[in-house]
């Protein structure tokens, strides 16, 4: 574990604990992207923004933690991208329209349901997207994230930026509890990214110091993290 890393886990183990002190996730919060207390007012406070009103594509991760935000996606007719859970496919993403869903939204809105009635989908196969919406352990008000350790989040916004999905046009967005928005600066790698808004159930933060990465960042990731996943392997080999 290098410097860098170890100073993220640093951050992670301290929101965790403060979360877990303060009761404001379940017990077993602990090494997640954690739900929270007052998730449901957070989205629709997402949905009051004129951004996620002139949104009609958004990519969520299937952390139980984003279930309010993707199940408000569908019900206000927005396609939802919904990545696979650590990428594990070489079409990595779900889609789910809700013209065609076959369940309520607040049921296909979950990761489990989604796997089994959404199509798998590759960037080829993608709209260009309007908002991203990432679990985080923690942000900071410069828009810097900290996720829960395993890259997936940032690799999958990667690699829209570099298929021309995700471009200068498109809002990150971060919706956590109040108590996941630290002071503190938050340790970056060449392959974070920033956010462009931070919504709690309280409060609505703009931020203004925009980072993306311009694609992927071979140099950064191993063989073995390349290997593990199916879709960077075909674009490596290519």
């Not at 079409?91 to 329209?97: A, G, I, V």
């Not at 809002?171 to 970056?188: F, G, K, M, N, S």
Request: charged share 25%.
């Amino acid at each position: 574990m290098t410097t860098l890393d170890q100073a993220k886990a640093a951050v992670r183990d301290r929101v965790w604990r403060h979360l877990l002190t303060q009761g404001v996730v379940p017990d077993d919060s602990y090494g997640t992207i954690p739900g929270f207390h007052g998730a449901e007012a957070t989205a629709e406070r997402l949905a009051e923004l004129e951004v996620w009103k002139d949104a009609r594509t958004i990519k969520a991760n299937p952390d139980w933690a984003q279930l309010p935000v993707r199940t408000r996606a569908l019900q206000d007719g927005k396609l939802l991208y919904m990545a696979v859970p650590r990428m594990a496919s070489l079409k990595p993403f779900y889609l789910l329209d809700p013209d065609t869903l076959g369940l309520p939204p607040e049921e296909a809105a979950q990761s489990r349901e989604a796997a089994q009635v959404a199509d798998n989908v590759g960037v080829e196969a993608m709209q260009p997207i309007d908002v991203v919406v990432c679990g985080s352990v923690a942000v900071n008000r410069s828009g810097a994230r900290i996720g829960k350790g395993a890259g997936y989040s940032d690799l999958e916004v990667a690699l829209l930026i570099e298929a021309g999905l995700v471009t200068e046009e498109t809002t990150i967005v971060a919706p956590v509890h109040q108590l996941q928005v630290i002071d503190e600066e938050i340790p970056e790698t060449e392959h974070d990214f920033s956010v462009d808004l931070i919504v709690t159930p309280d409060e609505v933060i703009q931020c203004e110091q925009r980072r993306r990465p311009s694609g992927i960042v071979w140099e950064n990731l191993t063989a073995e993290k390349v290997g593990e996943i199916p879709v960077l392997k075909k674009i490596y080999e290519y």
